[in-house]
């Protein structure tokens, strides 16, 4: 399968590693507007500098693909996702599906009416910590979840767009953790209630800083405390999870580590679930069986549409100070 990448700086690099590691996929052509990116990269991956083209338009008209891979910053998603899906080519798009509500629709609608597949890169489902924790809740002896307490603390320093965004935080990171939600919950939120703010201490122009209550259905709680500016002991970027169940508790921590506790009893390392791929390579292969082989994959657009509406309604609550019914 040939594909054309849009966007090769930045979170590109994650996936040029993986195409050029795939025994499967393989590249027609590139989109970078950017002329000392190109340069770079070119350098470090020996890319064919003449099949990169300043927009997926010029691409198209140039190389022959089989789809395209959308790695470009939020507010362009809409944009480059319905070009290719207009020339009948399906996506793997990177996370947000879009900056907007609105514009996400957009895409989902353009794939419903094409029947093209437009997919998520969701890939923090697809990591150790996450799968050994999915694991671990499925275990018998643990019983319903009742209640979830998940803590984010980074202090990353990107420059760039995630600067100037109004809620860098909920909308570029705590997209993962919700879908996350979804993933390990196996249902969707009822209502969501939350507040934001910003440190004076901040690097970033919107609010870095959140606390959460989301119900889900079935009267399942989770407790969500995060920030991307803090300054002290930074946490995985998978977070901190607490999951109280029925007979004892599931917790992952310590850079993913997952442990187990039954009352009365010592807490117990779960031996990590090992998937052959992980990450943007699992992903990767993901779509190139659902486009190739027709597999449906988990995290289309249509379904992660449900994630991105916890965002929205999340930020709708921190302007409106109410609680905000789900239209996940």
């Known amino acids: 399968m040939k594909v054309i990448q849009v966007g090769i700086g930045g979170m590109g690099?994650?996936?040029?590693?993986?195409?050029?590691?795939?025994?499967?996929?393989?590249?027609?052509?590139?989109?970078?507007?950017?002329?000392?990116?190109?340069?770079?990269?070119?350098?470090?991956?020996?890319?064919?500098?003449s099949k990169i083209f300043k927009s997926l338009p010029d691409a198209l008209a140039a190389v022959q693909a089989d789809a395209v891979i959308n790695v470009t910053p939020p507010q362009f998603?809409?944009?480059?996702?319905?070009?290719?899906?207009?020339?009948?080519?399906?996506v793997l798009s990177e996370k947000p599906l879009a900056d907007s509500f609105d514009a996400a629709l957009a895409i989902v609608e353009k794939a419903n009416a094409t029947g093209l597949l437009h997919m998520v890169g969701q890939n923090r489902r697809y990591m150790v910590g996450p799968q050994t924790l999915k694991h671990a809740l499925s275990l018998p002896q643990m019983g319903a979840i009742g209640s979830v307490a998940v803590e984010f603390?980074?202090?990353?320093?990107?420059?760039?767009?995630?600067?100037?965004?109004?809620?860098?935080?909920?909308?570029?990171?705590?997209?993962?953790?919700?879908?996350?939600?979804?993933?390990?919950?196996?249902?969707?939120?009822?209502?969501?209630?939350?507040?934001?703010?910003?440190?004076?201490?901040?690097?970033?122009?919107?609010?870095?800083?959140?606390?959460?209550?989301?119900?889900?259905?079935?009267?399942q709680f989770v407790s969500y405390a995060a920030s991307w500016c803090s300054q002290g002991r930074e946490m995985s970027w998978n977070g901190e999870w607490r999951?109280?169940?029925?007979?004892?508790?599931?917790?992952?921590?310590?850079?993913?580590?997952?442990?187990?506790?039954?009352?009365?009893?010592?807490?117990?390392?779960?031996?990590?679930?090992?998937?052959?791929?992980?990450?943007?390579?699992?992903l990767l292969q993901e779509f190139y069986e659902a486009v190739v082989e027709g597999k449906p994959p988990v995290t289309t657009c249509q379904d992660n549409l449900k994630s991105l509406a916890i965002v929205f309604d999340v930020i709708k609550s921190f302007e409106t100070g109410q609680v905000v019914k789900s239209s996940a």
């Open 13 to 49: 690099n994650a996936w040029l590693r993986a195409v050029l590691d795939s025994p499967n996929v393989e590249y027609a052509g590139f989109v970078e507007i950017n002329d000392a990116i190109a340069a770079e990269q070119v350098e470090r991956y020996g890319l064919d500098g």
């Open 77 to 90: 998603h809409k944009e480059v996702s319905i070009t290719a899906l207009e020339a009948g080519l399906p």
């Open 153 to 219: 603390f980074r202090g990353p320093h990107f420059g760039g767009f995630r600067d100037e965004m109004p809620y860098p935080l909920i909308i570029d990171m705590s997209i993962h953790h919700f879908d996350l939600m979804r993933f390990f919950l196996e249902r969707d939120p009822v209502n969501v209630f939350g507040r934001s703010w910003n440190p004076p201490w901040s690097w970033y122009k919107g609010d870095a800083s959140a606390s959460l209550t989301l119900e889900f259905a079935g009267r």
């Open 243 to 282: 999951f109280e169940c029925a007979n004892g508790t599931v917790v992952m921590r310590d850079d993913d580590q997952v442990y187990t506790q039954m009352p009365g009893q010592e807490e117990v390392l779960v031996e990590p679930v090992q998937p052959a791929r992980l990450g943007q390579p699992y």
